[in-house]
C-alpha cells in the first residue's frame, strides 16, 4: 500500500484495518487461505476493489482472479473465489460483468473451486441476480448474497428458492434509504432471523453470514429441527474466537478473506459497523498525534 502518500488519518485506519486484510499480495492471501484451512475452515479469497469503470483495470482484476484460482489449485486450498460484480465490469454494463464472471467461474469450477458473487449497494441488486440467474443455468457451484436490511429480500429470496439457488444471507454493509432498507438494528436483526426461518425451512446449501452470537445460536436451534446442508462464513480478523468452537462443534465455517492494495471502502464500512471500531480510530489518531 503506498502508505508515504496517505493522509495521517489513512495511517492510524490502515494500523486498525490490517486485521481484516491478508495483506497487499496475492502470496498474503494465500498464506492466511492455509492458516484459514489449518484451523478446520474452507477459504473465500475476495480481492479487494469495486466500482472499476476502466476496462484495463477491469481486465487486469479477472487476469488477478484467473491467477489465483490456479494459485488455489497448486497451493491445495480448500474454499473459493468472492467477487463484486463492480470489480469485473458491472460499472460499465451487465455484459460486461457477465462475460468476465463466465471466465473466472469456467476456470474456478476446473479447480474444484465454489465461486460467490458479493452483493453491493441497492442500485446494482436487479443487474446481480439478473446475472446470477444467467450464469446459474449453466453452473452449479455458484452462490449468491442477499441482504437483510433490504424490504425487497422477502421476494427475491421467495425467486432463488423456486430456482435452487445457493444463497448468503448477510445484515447488508451498504448504506441504503429508508424507503428500501430498514434502517434500525432491531429491524434488520428481525428480518435476517424472519429470512433464515425461510431458509431452514425450504432451503439447502446456504451460507449464515454473520459474526451475531443471537443471530448463531439460533440457527444451531434450527439446525437441531431441519436437517440442512449449511456453513457459517464470518470476515477475516472478527470473532476470531468463536470461530475455532463452531468448528469443533462440527459445523461447516468458511472465513472471507480479502487481500490487495484497495483496502480503504472496505475498511471505513467495517470501520462504521461497530462503534467501539470507531472509537478505537478516535483514540489511535489522538495518539498519533501526540508522537
Ligand atoms: C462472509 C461474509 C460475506 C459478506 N458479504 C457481503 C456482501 O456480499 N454484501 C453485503 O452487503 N455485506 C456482506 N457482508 C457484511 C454484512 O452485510 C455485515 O455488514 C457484517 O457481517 C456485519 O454484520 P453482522 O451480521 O456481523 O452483525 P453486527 O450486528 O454488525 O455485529 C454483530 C457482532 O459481531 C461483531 N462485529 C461485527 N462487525 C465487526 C467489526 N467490523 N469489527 C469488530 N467486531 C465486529 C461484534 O461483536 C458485533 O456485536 C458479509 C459478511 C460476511 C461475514
Redesign the pocket.
Same mark, same amino acid.
Given at each position: 500500500m503506498k502508505r508515504q502518500e496517505s493522509t495521517l488519518i489513512e495511517k492510524v485506519l490502515f494500523k486498525i484495518a490490517r486485521q481484516?486484510i491478508a495483506g497487499d499480495t496475492m502470496e498474503d492471501a494465500l498464506e492466511s487461505a492455509r492458516q484459514a484451512n489449518a484451523h478446520g475452515m474452507n477459504a473465500?479469497l475476495n480481492k479487494l476493489g469495486e466500482h472499476m469503470t476502466s476496462k484495463a483495470q477491469v481486465d487486469q482484476t479477472v487476469s488477478d482472479y484467473l491467477t489465483l484460482v490456479s494459485n488455489l489449485r497448486r497451493s491445495k486450498i480448500t474454499g473459493g473465489l468472492?467477487i463484486?460484480p463492480t470489480q469485473v465490469g458491472l460499472a460499465i454494463s451487465t455484459i460486461e460483468c457477465t462475460s468476465n464472471l463466465d471466465v473466472i467461474i469456467e476456470k474456478a469450477l476446473q479447480s474444484q473451486s465454489f465461486v460467490?458473487i !458479493? &452483493? #453491493?449497494?441497492s442500485e446494482y441488486t436487479d443487474a446481480t441476480f439478473e446475472i446470477y440467474q444467467n450464469l446459474f443455468e449453466k453452473y452449479e457451484r455458484l452462490g449468491i +448474497?442477499i441482504?437483510a @436490511?433490504l424490504k425487497r429480500t422477502g421476494n427475491d429470496l421467495d425467486m432463488l428458492l423456486k430456482k435452487g439457488a445457493k444463497i448468503?444471507l448477510?445484515?447488508?454493509? $451498504?448504506h441504503e434509504n429508508s424507503e428500501n432498507a430498514y434502517r434500525t =438494528?432491531h429491524a +434488520? !436483526?428481525e428480518n $435476517?432471523i424472519k429470512l433464515m426461518n425461510v431458509l431452514f425451512k425450504q432451503g439447502n446449501e446456504f451460507?449464515i453470514?454473520?459474526? !451475531?452470537?443471537k443471530?448463531i445460536d439460533t440457527a444451531i436451534e434450527l439446525a437441531k429441527k431441519h436437517e440442512r446442508k449449511f456453513e457459517f462464513? &464470518? *470476515?477475516k480478523?472478527? =470473532?476470531d474466537e468463536i470461530k475455532p468452537i463452531l468448528v469443533k462443534s462440527g459445523f461447516a465455517v468458511? #472465513? $472471507?478473506i480479502p487481500y490487495g492494495t484497495n483496502w480503504l471502502p472496505y475498511s471505513i464500512?467495517? *470501520?462504521k #459497523?461497530?462503534k =467501539? @471500531?470507531i472509537l478505537l480510530l478516535g483514540s489511535s489518531f489522538i495518539h498519533a498525534h501526540r508522537v
Open positions: 481484516w473465500i468472492s463484486k460467490w !458479493d &452483493m #453491493e449497494s +448474497v441482504q @436490511n448468503r448477510v445484515k447488508g454493509a $451498504y =438494528r +434488520v !436483526d $435476517y451460507a453470514a454473520t459474526h !451475531d452470537s443471530i462464513q &464470518m *470476515l480478523g472478527i =470473532r468458511s #472465513e $472471507y464500512r467495517r *470501520l #459497523e461497530r =467501539r @471500531n
